[in-house]
């Protein structure tokens, strides 16, 4: 399922960045808003306002954090290129977004994922949440995801974790695997329950403690 994944990201992001415009930066302001392509570059606040998508291979330097409006879609990088893609200061911040995916970036201020728009819709037609190979300063909450596919997968986080009540669409969603974890991680009313599934990969490392769904994972 990864694989089919990868492919429609890759097929859409390679589109989009032959032929959209970059994204616009607000006068007056250090906020850029970003409904297509996200170049390289260096940006204050990105803003992904609700509905569009913003899309981005990298390098970025971002200093005031990437807000994620609901049923807005963000990319930045893939996990084909495995270079790195950034860093994001100010942390990450999305309300019932459509999908958020970023990959080989680092992050300082965390993630705060709430809610979803649903298992189909946006660019790919499904939607999914990958985040994965980053090194993340900050904690990290997901709870209320209700795409098709949620992946946290080769992260490297001082902070902790938290997975709540995501209840995604596919069988084999729910992949919070391979991760180095300096703090707790605590999983709770997640469907389907949290598993290797077919990324193959192996058990986190925690320095905290494990509990609910994903102790002993």
Known sequence: MRRHFRMLAVGILGSVLLLALPASAMAGSNTTTCTEQLAAGSYGRVVVPEGATCLS???VSVHGGVYIGAGAT???GGDEAQTATGTI???VHATNPASVQIH??????GIDIHGGSGPFGGPFEITWNAIEDNHINGAVTV???DGFWFGF???HVNGSVRMNNNVLEDEDANEYVTNTIHG???CEGNSPKPAVGDSEGSPNQVTGAETGQCEGL
């Not at 080989?104 to 201020?109: E, L, M, N, S």
């Open 57 to 59: 291979e990298g390098p």
């Open 184 to 186: 707790s991680l605590q």
């Open 153 to 155: 997968i080769r992260n």
């Open 143 to 145: 709870e209320g995801y």
């Open 104 to 109: 080989f970036a680092t992050i300082d201020g």
């Open 74 to 76: 963000f990319v930045l």
């Open 89 to 91: 200061t100010g942390g």
